[in-house]
């Protein structure tokens, strides 16, 4: 599969999810650089937007609510209170796994940001912020 082709499928893992909770898709850039063929879509309702990047695999995963930004890593640490607890981003050769470690995050974990207000994903990024004084973001 070229990139578009494993974007939309792998937006197909994570779209009825999204929908659900409002969210509509569009891809919003695909292309070549000097890293090898890109795309990037966006999940978005309101002032909620869930960015996804892919070029081989599912890449970043940036969650915006408003002017606050989290990774997907920040966003599980403030969540689960632990580092590297989620799902993804998992490691395998099929770059839809991604998609599905993903999914499965978003499903047990991430409430706040699917049907949170924005008061309580602020709760998060404040949190993570806190975190990140005390604790090493190095694996032990």
Not at 21 to 30: C, I, L, W
Not at 115 to 125: H, P
Request: net charge negative; with cysteine; hydrophobic share 40%.
């Amino acid at each position: 599969m070229d990139v578009l082709e494993t974007l939309e499928a792998g937006v197909l893992i994570i779209s009825a999810l999204m929908a659900e909770h409002g969210f509509s898709y569009s891809v919003s850039a695909a292309g070549a650089s000097s890293g090898g063929t890109f795309a990037s879509a966006d999940f978005v309702r309101g002032n909620h937007r869930l960015e996804l990047h892919l070029r081989h695999s599912l890449g970043l995963v940036t969650y915006h609510v408003g002017s606050h930004t989290l990774s997907h890593e920040d966003f599980m640490w403030s969540v689960l209170g632990e580092r590297w607890r989620g799902h993804y981003p998992g490691f395998s050769e099929d770059p839809l796994d991604g998609f599905r470690n993903l999914r499965q995050d978003l499903a047990e974990h991430g409430g706040v940001f699917l049907s949170g207000t924005d008061a309580e994903f602020l709760t998060c990024a404040n949190h993570v912020s806190l975190l990140k004084l005390k604790e090493s973001r190095l694996p032990s």
